[in-house]
């Protein structure tokens, strides 16, 4: 999920272009920030973007690529052409509220024209939050500086682990020493630059096997990089054998709406948009397709026939057509923004206590 690097200065102020956006920089740590951060009401916020399909050089155990199934599917290797690219970038408006994220299907920098498709991204919607995520392994000074003078706003950095036996755990590679050494070089060389973007951020997933490292992890990354994070594990529809989450399960009977139709989508090479990311990984999802990029809008297919069908079964939690739904947790990741209606649930608009509610402890943002 994309973190956005806005601090409470004139730059971020002239940044604004609504009162999304304007609520994004400012507000997210209150529930009023999270419901007009999270809601969105005609294209999502965050556009996922698999610019390559190809099997992952690792496999780690919280990814369906450890699965058989799924490393099969992505064997033949997929790219997107330039074609699709700009009909993608045409459909988001040059507000800095907007994020693509281009987290692809296997490592996103082995795809080659990256550079310049970012290089593009930015020249045409200069505004829009771009953010790489990669797993370390094949990123070095030269590959950095081609990012940095694209324009990218962000990287990051997937390193799941504290250390190399627990990376070795989670991702079944012993790839943990080449990982470091990079990233290290990378915020060596944009030290060296004296470059303040790409912001570098970094996390480890941390479930109770692994909590105990985890503030070693936050002191040492935190010397590094901009944001050193941690991310809980989420079962993500599917269960992770090895990895317990920190946190009790959610009783299914509390369950709400989740906030994912609303706040981000999935484009894949070929230019097919999926409801949520999460259907690139079951084949109860591949053929889950509501539009094509090359043949409408994203405001179009937003307003398509199928995507209202997909939202309209989450505001009434009848998720019997999408059982990758029915197993992931992800909703509870969330802030709840919903209230009870009837047979469903509708948007709760924003109210002035919201104002003063803390967030709590939620993925948005």
């Known amino acids: 999920m994309s973190f956005m690097n806005n601090s409470l200065s004139i730059s971020a102020l002239l940044r604004i272009r609504s009162i999304k956006s304007f ?57 997107m052409n330039f074609e699709t690219l ?3 970038i045409d459909s988001v408006p040059n507000d800095p509220f907007f994020s693509f994220d281009m987290s692809s299907i296997g490592e996103t ?24 995520s990669t797993n370390g392994v094949l990123i070095n000074p030269d590959k950095f500086n081609a990012l940095a003078d694209s324009g990218l706003d962000n990287i990051q950095f997937s390193l799941y682990a504290e250390n190399a036996s627990d990376h070795a755990h989670i991702t079944q590679t012993k790839n943990f020493d080449r990982v470091k050494e990079n990233v290290l070089s990378v915020c060596n060389e944009r030290k060296r630059r004296n470059l303040t973007k790409p912001f570098l951020q970094a996390f480890m997933i941390e479930c109770k096997e692994n909590s105990h490292t985890s503030q070693r992890f936050l002191d040492f990354w935190g010397d590094h990089v901009d944001k050193a994070f941690l991310r809980p594990i989420y079962n993500l529809g599917r269960e992770i054998e090895g990895m317990t989450p920190n946190f009790p399960k959610v009783d299914k009977g509390e369950r709400y709406p989740c906030i994912m139709p609303w706040y981000s989508t999935a484009v894949r090479s070929n230019g097919d948009v999926l409801p949520c990311y999460m259907f690139h990984w079951s084949s109860e999802g591949w053929d889950h397709a509501v ?75």
């Open 23 to 79: 609520a994004q920089t400012f507000l997210l740590d209150t529930r009023a920030g999270q419901k007009l951060f999270l809601y969105n009401d005609e294209i999502p916020r965050v556009i996922n973007i698999s610019f390559n399909e190809k099997t992952c050089m690792f496999s780690c155990r919280m990814c369906p690529f450890a699965e058989d199934e799924v490393r099969s599917h992505y064997k033949n290797k997929s790219e």
């Open 86 to 88: 700009k009909k993608l």
């Open 109 to 132: 920098l082995e795809f080659e024209p990256l550079s310049e498709f970012i290089k593009y991204m930015k020249k045409t919607k200069p505004l829009v939050n771009t953010i790489i």
């Open 291 to 365: 539009g094509n990029i090359n043949d409408a809008s994203l405001k179009e297919i937003w307003a398509s026939d199928e995507y209202q069908k997909f939202r309209s079964c989450h505001r009434r939690l009848e998720l019997d057509g999408y059982p990758i739904c029915q197993r992931c947790d992800l909703w509870s990741a969330y802030t709840n923004v919903w209230k009870r209606q009837g047979a469903e649930y509708v948007y709760d608009p924003v109210q002035v206590i919201d104002f003063l509610t803390p967030a709590g402890e939620y993925r948005g943002g």
